[in-house]
């Protein structure tokens, strides 16, 4: 029997925010875990299509907008 290699297997979607990328994003200043709060969600493919990502330590919002994270420090945004 053939094992498949199933090694990029990985959607191009991505940088899109789905629940899962939770696991991997981080604080773009302290590194710390961020807290998601969701205002809107694609039922279909579980993807957080608006909301925010909350840092305790930093008492800062990062928006997500069109399922994209905006992980820029504030003080880069414009
Ligand atoms: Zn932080």
Not at 2 to 18: A, P, Q, R
Not at 27 to 51: F, H, I, Q, R, Y
Request: proline share 6%; hydrophobic share 30%.
């Amino acid at each position: 029997m053939e094992s498949l290699n199933k090694i990029g297997t990985y959607s191009n979607s991505v940088n899109h925010m789905k629940k899962e990328l939770m696991d991997i994003l981080a604080c773009p200043m302290c590194k710390g875990d961020l807290e998601l709060n969701v205002t809107d969600v694609s039922d279909s493919v579980d993807e957080v299509t608006a909301g925010t990502l909350y840092c305790k330590k930093c008492d800062e919002y990062y928006p997500i907008e069109d399922g994209i994270p905006n992980m820029l420090p504030p003080n880069l945004r414009d």
